[in-house]
């Protein structure tokens, strides 16, 4: 097996930075993306998904997916995603196994080198987090009260209302989609506003109780219950003519470890958390008036991923792959105990029940729910997992109940 230096290593990814071996299998977000600070954002190219989860920094020379948890530098890159060798992903970045060694000054020196740019990266990066945080502020003080308006249809259309308790939720009559187009000629995408629409925001909190982040839906008034479908201008045609639709829900904030609280008693020892808050307030309505409500939080993951935290491995999809058809990866059954970031459930939750929905990926939601269990059970806690049948979330087995 062919050996290569560490000197040599590192001088392979020094000519070749991360985003221009990543740049051509992905589409950098305009939105979050930062090209003059080495900062990109884009879907991720290992797993399906509609907002860009995927980051890619050129000072840490690493890349790492919030949602699937792919992570590595330039070689991990062409090793996962094209599925090439170690020694053959080095050789296509033109290193060389029988380079000349460095001397030990010379490899210090750019130790040192490279760990004054990864914490000058760290820094910038919680800088903008704490910026992103402070906008998702100004979009929920847009929010006012929801009773007699159009957000009040979408709820009740949703099975939700009459609800018995009061959900943390506002209305804003016209908020902007903001939305990105590619401009011949330039590297760059850019900024639009899409339409301006009648939305639901729900505030994220951390564990400490502090803003976290404001989650939007976009409902459409003429049909109550339904989301606004407004087709994306910017995707390939389906083969049908029609263009696939622009997602209805949009996240500002910093996401990992919030929650949405929809409802959460003084006392309580028993934790409902599912993915979507509709999801989530459902078994809320249902449960109402039974004597396990009286002991029970309801709270929202926002994300599916972020319902199970970080996972220390990817694992092969048994059948979906990525656009290099190679398996798609998706974060593995083990959870990452070490991630600082990982939803918190409080101590006092002696029953804690993870949300599955059927209606996506479900070997992707399987992984997540088993790391739930995983993470979250205690000698002192139980941890059941319920997955909606196939197809279905529980809002929709709430209405089914309801109607039926
Ligand atoms: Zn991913």
């Known amino acids: 097996m062919k050996r290569f230096s560490d000197a040599e290593l590192q001088r392979v990814k020094d000519r070749h930075p991360i985003s221009s071996i990543i740049g051509p299998h992905v589409t950098w977000d305009r939105a979050k993306t930062q090209p003059g600070k080495g900062d990109f954002w884009a879907c991720c190219p290992f797993h399906g998904e509609k907002s860009p989860s995927f980051h890619c920094e050129d000072p840490k020379q690493r890349y790492h997916c919030f949602g699937c948890g792919a992570a590595g530098d330039q070689i991990r890159f062409l090793q996962d995603f094209k599925g090439m060798s170690f020694a053959e992903a080095v050789e296509a970045l033109g290193g060389d196994a029988e380079a000349e060694p460095l001397s030990a000054e010379e490899v210090a020196r750019q130790a040192a080198e490279t760990a004054r740019r990864r914490e000058q990266a760290e820094a910038e990066a919680e800088r903008r987090r704490r910026e992103e945080i402070a906008r998702a502020l100004k979009i929920w003080n847009l929010g006012g009260r929801v009773s007699g308006t159009e957000g009040a249809g979408y709820v009740r259309g949703r099975g939700l209302l009459p609800c018995p308790v009061s959900l943390p939720i506002r209305f804003v009559p016209h908020l902007k989609y903001w939305h990105q187009r590619k401009v011949p000629g330039q590297k760059k995408p850019e900024l639009f506003v899409l339409f301006s629409g009648p939305a639901l925001l729900l505030p994220a909190t951390f564990a400490d109780g502090s803003f976290a982040g404001v989650h939007m839906t976009w ?161 002192d806690r139980v941890v059941s997992p319920k997955l909606a049948p196939d197809g279905m979330d529980f809002n929709d087995l709430l209405q089914e109940g309801a109607s039926a």
């Not at 972020?306 to 092969?316: E, F």
């Not at 999809?317 to 398996?327: F, I, M, Q, S, Y």
Request: glycine share 8%; hydrophobic share 35%; charged share 25%.
């Open 219 to 379: 409902i459409d008034p003429a049909r109550p219950g339904k989301k606004i479908q407004i087709e994306d201008p910017e995707a390939e045609p389906n083969a049908d003519g029609t263009r696939p639709l622009v997602a209805p829900r949009k996240y500002r904030g910093s996401q990992r470890g919030a929650t949405l609280k929809l409802w959460t008693p003084e006392r309580f020892d028993r934790l409902v958390m599912g993915e979507g808050w509709e999801t989530t307030a459902s078994p809320l309505v249902a449960e109402f008036g039974m004597p396990v409500f009286e002991r029970t939080a309801y709270w929202v993951a926002i994300s599916l991923q972020n319902l199970g935290g970080k996972a220390v491995a990817s694992v092969d999809h048994p059948e979906l792959l990525n656009t290099a058809g190679r398996p798609l990866k998706v974060p593995g059954p083990v959870p990452d105990l070490s991630d600082p970031r990982a939803i918190a459930i409080p101590d006092c939750v002696r029953e804690f029940l993870p949300l599955g929905d059927g209606d996506s990926d479900r070997f992707t939601v399987c992984q997540v729910l088993e790391r739930a269990k995983a993470r979250y059970q205690t000698p």
